[in-house]
């Protein structure tokens, strides 16, 4: 079983700086890749970045600079460091991880249940 809590959406104006947070609670498994997406209305769910277990990170082009993943893998931890927020940046960002089975390689991804951005004046 896994759960997820997700804070830290909210609106905000053009510009402006929110930071998301995500708490991932699983029963067994090592949650090996942690990141955040997003889906905005009439468009496909879209990766926004990634991070490793090691620490390697992953952003889509048009975030990059402005946002910034990080994990505190202690407390299965995922935030996502949003700067300079533009409307183009509203939707509902999901949190997301990949957790593998004891001793397998195999891994299952896990969403949590959103939360919403909105970047307007």
């Known amino acids: 079983q896994v759960q997820f809590v997700e804070s830290g959406g909210g609106l905000v104006q053009p510009g402006g700086s929110l930071r998301l947070s995500c708490v991932v609670s699983?029963?067994?498994?090592?949650?090996?890749?942690m990141g955040w997406h997003r889906q905005a209305p009439g468009k496909q769910r879209e990766l926004v970045a990634s991070i490793l277990s090691g620490g390697t990170t992953n952003y889509k082009d048009s975030v990059k600079g402005r946002f910034t993943i990080s994990r505190d893998s202690d407390k299965n931890t995922v935030y996502l460091q949003m700067n300079n927020l533009s409307p183009e940046d509203t939707a509902v960002y999901y949190c997301?991880?990949?957790?593998?089975?004891?001793?397998?390689?195999?891994?299952?991804?896990?969403w949590g249940q959103g939360t919403q951005v909105t970047v307007s004046s």
């Open positions: 997301a991880a990949d957790i593998s089975p004891p001793g397998t390689n195999r891994y299952s991804r896990f």
């Open positions: 699983r029963s067994s498994g090592s949650i090996t890749v």
